[in-house]
């Protein structure tokens, strides 16, 4: 029960920084605190760094286009000093993800054993329901990715930004996407809420959009290049269908 409290203490500032500082994204953004948000990871794939979700002691909740994880690395601020590094046991992308298409940008990692719970590593549990979150929401993203779309190197530290939902049809329009990709009603648009730019980059891909203190979608894709205002990030919804596949991989995985 105090930690629950503590959580939501801590959380609660995160939000509050980033609203003192308008306009406060990964790129150019806020470093945090890695005891706000004990479940991210930093996951090393075939084609670079993505993020990932700690959604039980032994399971990471990624985007299926991040391929071939080799470790998992928790419990940092800097890259240099993960408090844990994880093997892979096995790798489940949802069924059925379509890189073209962008959907179902979903993965589930199981690790070779369970981590260590500590002030810096704790799972973030799973609602049983997620609300789809409405145009004009506030919500989180955070990650190692890129700070400046012409940078080569990732961010040392985590980085935590305020981004706001847009309306999916605003979102397919000729303005931004105009339908590629189709934004469905299984994807999350969130981006600049019409000031300066607010996006998630190269490197953040896998990791949480936090909403009211959930997580709602994983980093999927976006404008390239990353920060611009009519190309916001596009996050994979936890709907209620993919709650669904969640729980039952999980379970189906249980003793392998």
Same mark, same amino acid.
């Given at each position: ?14 939000? *509050? +920084?980033? #609203? ?8 150019? &953004? ?13 996951? $090393?794939?075939?084609? &670079? ?51 073209? #298409? ?14 260590? $719970?500590?002030? *810096? ?6 609602? #049983?329901? +997620? ?8 919500? *989180?993203?955070?990650?190692? &990715? ?27 329009? #000729?303005?931004?996407? %105009? ?67 969640? %729980? ?9």
């Amino acid at each position: 029960m105090l930690w629950s409290m503590a959580v939501g203490f801590f959380f609660g500032a995160v939000l *509050l +920084i980033l #609203e003192s500082c308008y306009g406060a994204e990964i790129i150019n &953004g806020n470093a945090v605190d890695p005891r706000l948000m004990p479940y991210m990871t930093l996951l $090393e794939t075939s084609k &670079g760094p993505c993020g990932g979700t700690l959604i039980d002691p032994q399971w990471v909740l990624t985007a299926a286009h991040c391929v071939q994880v080799k470790k998992v690395q928790l419990g940092m601020h800097s890259i240099k000093q993960p408090e844990q590094v994880q093997g892979i046991k096995t790798s489940v992308p949802h069924p059925c993800f379509n890189e073209h #298409e962008k959907v179902n940008d979903l993965m589930l990692l199981k690790l070779k054993k369970r981590v260590k $719970e500590t002030d *810096l590593v704790k799972p973030l549990r799973l609602s #049983e329901t +997620i609300t789809d979150p409405p145009a004009g929401r506030r919500c *989180l993203v955070a990650g190692w &990715g890129l700070t400046d779309s012409s940078s080569k190197k990732i961010s040392d530290v985590l980085m935590a930004a305020n981004v706001t939902v847009i309306d999916r049809r605003k979102c397919n329009s #000729e303005k931004y996407y %105009n339908y590629n990709p189709v934004i469905t009603l299984n994807m999350i648009c969130a981006g600049s809420d019409g000031g300066k730019p607010a996006d998630t980059c190269k490197g953040d891909s896998g990791g949480p959009l936090m909403c009211d203190n959930k997580l709602v979608g994983v980093t999927s894709s976006g404008g390239n290049p990353c920060g611009q205002i009519h190309k916001p990030g596009v996050y994979s919804f936890l709907s209620k269908a993919q709650l669904a596949w969640i %729980n039952k991989t999980m379970k189906k995985y249980h003793e392998i």
